[in-house]
């Protein structure tokens, strides 16, 4: 007999309160806020987010300095990004995700070096803005074809009081106008990553876009100009989402920050649509465009046909009867792929149950590609939403789905223990406990060293991830403990 709805959000309801039970009343009441069953027909997801973590719990989260460095800023390849502190955090940064790019390492691109002011006890008695400008001159002298230099503050930065900006301000004009951008994305700030991708965005704002002159050598604007925003080419993504947006009749004129360059950011205002990807990291600057610019955005998703094809038919909207016309012959060039696909794997992995908590836009966008295998995501959270990523989660989730914001180890661990999934997809910290608990599982903030998942190519992909993970025989040789 199937479960309802009502019953599953009951049962869902009574596994939170389980799970509390094993906090200190105070830290049970504030938990309480974050975790919820989803009520069909409400306009957000119910849960309380973007709020300090409980100190004591075992958080997923990020800090400001991975989220400015680590995503917005690292991946623009013709720049080199300095980690202003201590080498640990910029070694962490610089390792953890495989934002793809071409170009030749140390000509022009930057993003496989790793360049720290490598803080000691005495910069932070004596202060590091000279250090900071002896690195820079270094640069210059080692790299000297980059186009541009961002300064990424780390937590002792903030702390001692070093003044970036008067460093940047002085190196920009002896270096005759270089773009060099310092950015105040000390660890400490905010709650989370979040807050450095706001700060990485205002920084954009302020040291790129306010500071160009708006004449671009060479560039010829035309009615079909769009540019791909938070798209951090993760295995490839944002080349499988150009090629059909250029297939589509759309010139691609930057691509931030995945395999992007500062003159594409320089060209990003010149933009008829600005194309949002990951909401949560640049839906700042997106916002800003649309204020100074006017230019409009929207955020698609490519994950999985169906979101493909939704996706394809609202931005063609903003165009003329070619370009919808060509929208429409681009889906159906690759009706044939999805349809192979979908009847190779989803025989193989329909009605299995998926449970996610990853960072920005995937624990929504990835939730119809998994439909369109036949899957069911029956519980989903992020590490760093804010209410407005709640909200636009409540367009993919059914009644009754689990929902945990900055869920801790604890909980996470009880609740695919009691669910009982076939499959989560999280990231590297929870990959290896779920394993070892016997329960399949995909990496899903860089694809587990695989991808693209973007796009018609990537969901074929996908689908092969996703029964590799679930099917393979090596499942039968551990039990989970629950099964023993």
């Known amino acids: 007999m199937s479960s309802t709805a009502e019953d599953i959000k009951a ?11 094993v906090y200190p009343e105070k830290a049970k009441k504030k938990r309480q806020k974050h975790l919820n069953a989803y009520e069909g027909g409400k306009p957000d997801c119910g849960v309380k987010s973007n709020i300090k973590s409980l100190p004591g719990v075992m958080t997923i989260r990020g800090c400001a300095y991975a989220g400015s460095k680590g995503v917005v800023w690292g991946p623009i390849k013709d720049m080199v990004h300095i980690s202003h502190g201590p080498v640990g955090c910029g070694q962490y940064s610089w390792a953890s995700r495989r934002n793809y790019f071409i170009g030749t390492t140390g000509i022009d691109s930057f993003g496989t070096m790793q360049f720290t002011s490598d803080f000691q006890e005495k910069d932070i008695v004596f202060g590091g803005d000279k250090k900071l400008e002896k690195i820079i001159d270094e640069i210059q002298v080692l790299f000297p074809l980059n186009k ?12 001692i009081g070093d003044d970036i900006e008067a460093v940047a301000k002085k190196k920009s004009k002896e270096y005759e106008g270089k773009t060099i951008v310092p950015v105040r994305c000390e660890g400490f700030r905010g709650v989370s990553q979040s807050l450095g991708h706001h700060i990485a965005n205002d920084a954009i704002r302020d040291w790129v876009f306010d500071k160009s002159t708006g004449e671009i050598e060479g560039f010829v604007p035309t009615p079909y100009d769009v540019t791909i925003i ?4 993760i295995g490839g993504d944002a080349w499988s989402s150009r090629i059909l947006l250029e297939e589509m009749g759309l010139r691609v004129i930057a691509q931030w920050s995945g395999d992007g360059t500062l003159a594409e950011l320089e060209k990003t205002p010149k933009a008829k649509l600005n194309l949002i990807h990951c909401y949560r990291s ?4 997106s916002r800003h465009m649309e204020e100074k610019y006017n230019i409009p955005w929207l955020e698609y998703n490519f994950f999985g046909p169906t979101k493909i094809e939704e996706s394809l038919r609202a931005i ?15 889906i159906a060039k690759y009706k044939a792929l999805t349809d192979a696909v979908i009847a190779k794997y989803r025989p193989r992995l329909e009605g299995k149950k998926v449970m996610l908590f990853v960072g920005g836009l995937r624990p929504r966008h990835v939730i119809g590609a998994y439909e369109d295998l036949g899957m069911e995501v029956v519980g989903t959270g992020y590490e760093f939403a804010h209410n407005d990523d709640y909200q636009r989660t409540t367009h993919y989730v059914k009644d009754g789905t689990l929902i945990y914001d900055d869920v801790t180890g604890f909980e996470f661990e009880k609740f695919v223990e009691k669910v009982q999934p076939d499959l989560v997809g999280s990231g590297i910290k929870e990959k290896y406990v779920f394993q ?5 599982f995909r990496q899903m903030h860089s694809w587990d060293y695989s991808g693209p998942y973007h796009g018609y190519d990537g969901f074929a992909i996908f689908a092969r991830d996703m029964d590799m993970a679930i099917n393979s025989p090596v499942w039968g040789l551990t039990k989970a403990p629950w099964k023993k």
């Not at 640049?282 to 600057?285: D, G, K, L, Q």
């Not at 063609?316 to 070619?322: E, G, I, M, V």
């Not at 070892?436 to 399949?440: E, H, L, N, T």
């Open 11 to 21: 049962r869902n309801k009574a596994l939170i309160a389980e799970v509390l039970e």
């Open 148 to 159: 541009g230099i961002s300064i990424q503050s780390e937590c002792p930065i903030g702390l």
């Open 230 to 233: 938070g798209d951090y080419n």
């Open 282 to 285: 640049m839906n700042y600057i």
């Open 316 to 330: 063609a909207a903003h165009f003329d009867d070619t370009i919808k016309a060509n929208a429409e012959r681009v």
């Open 436 to 440: 070892k608990m016997g329960v399949p």
